[in-house]
């Protein structure tokens, strides 16, 4: 069955410090992990995906197999990062993303 | 529209009335989601309807809830007898059919329900 744990649901850092948003999932097959974003008051968007191995707003997520995680980590955080992160896993054999609970983060001046 | 539009933007509804969600995907995509965004739940699969496949309810959490598509374009999500623990933030979400490179689905603002 297909799985996705965000251990942390408030993650607190001051700005320039830091981040690392925990994701970690469940599945046999071949996963497609992504990242979504939900800034205050706006609807929840993708932030990256990663098969595009892209950086986006300083965030970077690498896909480790072994580990079966999918780390979201920004080397200097911005009050403008704060805002709830979704983890995502979907696959072509099961058509459809399932989301992990969520962490929101705060980052304090 | 461009993007996806839910209907109606905040409900209030007293318990053991039934309540309507419209949802207008994205023109051309075949693919709607259901999800259902609660405090300390995260975000919760409902359904996910596919082109003209059948759908897969297995997210949805009693008989109480059900959702239907027309013309593989707009969804309703029907609760009957609503309860308190139905309040919550429904959000409705579309893409296109799953590709090589993954897929991006689009979000709606979200049906905010309040059951009293």
């Known amino acids: 069955a297909q799985r996705v744990t965000q251990p942390e649901k408030l993650l607190s850092v001051f700005k320039g410090a830091p981040v690392e948003l925990k994701c970690n999932y469940s599945?046999?097959?071949?996963?497609?992990l992504f990242w979504y974003v939900q800034y205050s008051r706006q609807r929840l968007q993708l932030l990256l995906r990663h098969i595009s191995r892209e950086s986006i707003k300083g965030f970077t997520a690498d896909l480790n197999k072994g580990e079966t995680s999918f780390h979201l980590k920004k080397p200097f955080a911005q009050e403008e990062d704060s805002a709830m992160y979704y983890c995502?896993?979907?696959?072509?054999?099961?058509?459809?993303?399932?989301f992990g609970t969520g962490t929101r983060l705060q980052v304090f001046p | 529209g461009a993007g996806v539009s839910q209907s109606p933007s905040n409900k209030v509804t007293e318990k053991g009335k039934d309540v309507e969600l419209r949802c207008d995907p994205i023109?051309?995509?075949?693919?709607l989601y259901w999800y259902r965004q609660s405090l300390g739940q995260g975000l919760e699969f409902l359904i996910y309807?596919?082109?003209?496949?059948?759908?897969?309810k297995s997210g949805l959490p009693s008989d109480r809830f059900s959702a239907e598509r027309t013309g593989g374009s707009v969804s309703t999500l029907t609760i009957q007898r609503t309860q308190q623990e139905d309040s919550a933030v429904y959000l409705c979400?579309?893409?296109?059919?799953?590709?090589?490179?993954?897929?991006?689905?689009?979000f709606g603002e979200g049906s905010w329900l309040t059951v009293v």
């Open positions: 023109s051309g995509h075949t693919a």
């Open positions: 995502a896993l979907g696959s072509f054999n099961t058509d459809k993303l399932i």
């Open positions: 979400a579309s893409s296109l059919p799953w590709g090589p490179s993954g897929n991006t689905i689009y």
């Open positions: 599945y046999s097959g071949s996963p497609e």
């Open positions: 309807f596919q082109g003209n496949s059948a759908p897969d």
